[in-house]
Nanobody, 124 residues
Framework: QVQLVESGGGLVQAGGSLTLSCAAS????????MGWFRQAPGKERQFVGA????????YYADSVKGRFTISRDNAKNTVYMQMNSLKPEDTAVYYC?????????????????WGQGTQVTVSS
């Protein structure tokens, strides 16, 4: 069992930055590939990015590539997502998720554990 808790969301102006954190507790965090997803009102959940167990490999959706950076600190059981140059279309609830079947994945169905989400709102 893994519990995930996101934090760091909030309201920011377009062009601004936020850093989301996802703290994990439970089983060995370093054995999990971690992902970030987002869901805007009325839309399906969307892949944002993922990182493998060591943090050595990251993978991003085209919509955030070059603006978002995922990292992890296995000693702190935490994964981070630095979000720069935010746009109004980035407004959504952001979720972190954990899976141990693949090094990393952009498919939500591969993820077994999910956090409760944190709201990010970008004003124009």
């Amino acid at each position: 069992q893994v519990q995930l808790v996101e934090s760091g969301g909030g309201l920011v102006q377009a062009g601004g930055s936020l850093t989301l954190s996802c703290a994990a507790s439970g089983r060995t965090f370093s054995s999990y590939g971690m992902g970030w997803f987002r869901q805007a009102p009325g839309k399906e959940r969307q892949f944002v990015g993922a990182v493998n167990w060591s943090g050595g490999t990251t993978y991003y959706a085209d919509s955030v590539k070059g603006r978002f950076t995922i990292s992890r600190d296995n000693a702190k059981n935490t994964v981070y997502m630095q979000m720069n140059s935010l746009k109004p279309e980035d407004t959504a609830v952001y979720y972190c998720a954990a899976q141990e079947s693949l090094p990393y994945s952009n498919y939500s169905g591969d993820y077994f554990y999910w956090g409760q989400g944190t709201q990010v709102t970008v004003s124009s």
